[in-house]
């Protein structure tokens, strides 16, 4: 029974230790691709593991439900000598976290900014920003992409003269049937059907849902119980509350609340990432210009959100942040700073509080958990 106990003790930490994948923009010096760190639940400390795969720009990732692949948007404006980005395949190792290189396809749409791996991880969506498409990929039995199957142009554009001149894919979230594609050029949200065992997209009936006029969709989270849809404007910083459904998709909006503090002054501020916690009852976007993460209270039944606090988030830029798979801790990606900061995260309330945890890594953009 003893030496039961050593060994117990010997793994706790181990196995409290998950790896987390870094992308990034490689335009500044020190950023050559994805990084990876351990991050140990039980204490929120981060331990650097190093490159694990040099590619250009890798500023989105998504793992495949297996576990074994990971995919990665390369935001560019040109691939191969053509205008567009590209999507690049790895195979992981699952004790070390290295990766290795599988395959680079074109995206079919120039700066890919997103992508999203379906349920049975056989399909990869990709959104192009400067490309105003959405396109989908196979992914075959190896983990290897297949060239796309389906690009779904946008067209139109938005008020916003500076901003939405035209089309501007920034997401895709699959919700069981639907698949929904922020577009912030033209203030939809676009509705698809996806066939993963084709990985094709086709457009959904009714083909989109509007928010208001100049707002400017960016990021999405849907409720737990898929009554409500939070939508994130990047240029106003402000979250929209929309009707559900899950066959039909978005409706009205029910209503709009900033994310910033009453005294906020200043005009240059954009929002970047908004995440439901795992009980619905916090939401949380980022605010990059102000450097905070916004922390909102979630009436359950009226889909009600009222902000409850901005944070600092430890650095500049916070381009990303995300909840740890305990949901005890929330890490956010501080691009211009170079940095992740790791916040404690109130069971009862949602509130955040700094770890003290900065882990220094080259304009970081997401982060991805080895599940």
Not at 50 to 77: C, H, K, Q
Not at 79 to 92: D, L, N, R, T, Y
Not at 219 to 232: E, N, Q, R, W
Request: hydrophobic content about 45%.
């Amino acid at each position: 029974m003893k030496v039961v106990a050593v060994i117990a003790m010997a793994l706790a930490p181990a196995l409290s230790a998950q790896i987390l994948y870094v992308g990034a923009y490689t335009n500044v010096p020190d950023s050559k691709g994805i990084q990876a760190f351990r991050f140990d639940a039980a204490t929120g400390k981060l331990t650097p593991l190093g490159l694990m795969a040099e590619t250009t720009s890798p500023s989105f990732l998504a793992i495949a439900p297996s576990g074994r692949f990971l995919y990665a948007v390369n935001e560019t404006d040109t691939f191969q000598g053509k205008p567009g980005g590209a999507v690049s395949a790895f195979a992981i190792d699952r004790a070390t976290g290295k990766l290795t290189f599988l395959n680079q396809v074109a995206s079919k749409g120039a700066a890919p900014c997103h992508i999203a791996i379906d349920a049975t991880g056989k399909a990869a969506l990709v959104a192009n920003y400067n490309g105003g498409n959405f396109s989908s990929f196979p992914i075959l039995a190896d983990g290897k992409l297949g060239e796309a199957a389906s690009v779904m142009q946008d067209t139109g554009s938005g008020p916003n003269k500076a901003r939405q001149a035209g089309p501007h894919a920034h997401q895709m979230v699959i919700a069981g049937n639907l698949v929904l594609g922020a577009d912030l050029g033209t203030d939809h949200l676009q509705l698809f059907h996806l066939d993963a065992a084709t990985a094709t997209l086709t457009a959904a009936t009714p083909a989109f849902a509007a928010t208001d006029p100049g707002f400017g969709p960016r990021h999405m989270a849907i409720s737990g119980d898929k009554k409500f849809i939070y939508v994130l404007s990047e240029m106003k910083a402000a979250v929209a509350t929309m009707d559900y459904d899950p066959v039909k998709g978005p409706g009205k909006v029910l209503a709009t609340v900033s994310a910033l503090p009453d005294d906020f002054k200043g005009s240059n501020n954009t929002a970047a990432e908004i995440m439901l916690d795992g009980k619905g009852r916090t939401l949380y976007s980022s605010n990059r210009g102000h450097n905070s993460i916004a922390v909102f209270s979630v009436d359950a039944k009226t889909g009600t959100l009222k902000l409850t606090a901005n944070v600092p988030s430890g650095g500049r830029t916070p381009r990303y942040f995300t909840l740890d798979p305990t949901g005890r801790w929330l890490l956010a990606a501080n691009q211009d700073s170079n940095n992740i900061t790791v916040f404690r995260v109130d069971q009862s309330t949602g509130a955040l509080t700094p770890s003290g945890e900065v882990a220094q890594t080259g304009a970081p953009v997401d982060i991805a958990f080895l599940k």
